[in-house]
């Protein structure tokens, strides 16, 4: 009997691609939140550190990059286990 041609499978939709998104690649909001309070507390730790040892100049931080401006993505190592 002959094999179902991969072309008959059925397309991948808009759903399919949202679902996979939301699962696999996209930050979630309580997520990014987490890691920029991380990145806060290294910032007061740093700021502490810089006021105690004026020798090292340190004078200000900034938070840049994907997180800061909303862009950031998961690794997709860590979340294609959870997909099967």
Not at 12 to 31: M, P, Q, S, W, Y
Not at 36 to 61: C, F, M, S, W
Request: proline share 4%; glycine share 4%.
């Amino acid at each position: 009997m002959p094999t179902a041609s991969p072309f008959l499978a059925a397309l991948i939709g808009h759903t399919e691609i949202t679902e996979f998104a939301a699962d696999c690649v996209n930050l979630k909001r309580e997520d990014a939140e987490e890691y920029r309070q991380q990145v806060r507390n290294l910032r007061d730790k740093l700021d502490r550190y810089a006021a105690d040892h004026p020798e090292h100049g340190l004078i200000k931080t900034l938070l840049s990059g994907s997180l800061a401006k909303g862009t950031a993505l998961k690794a997709l190592m860590t979340s294609t286990s959870s997909s099967t």
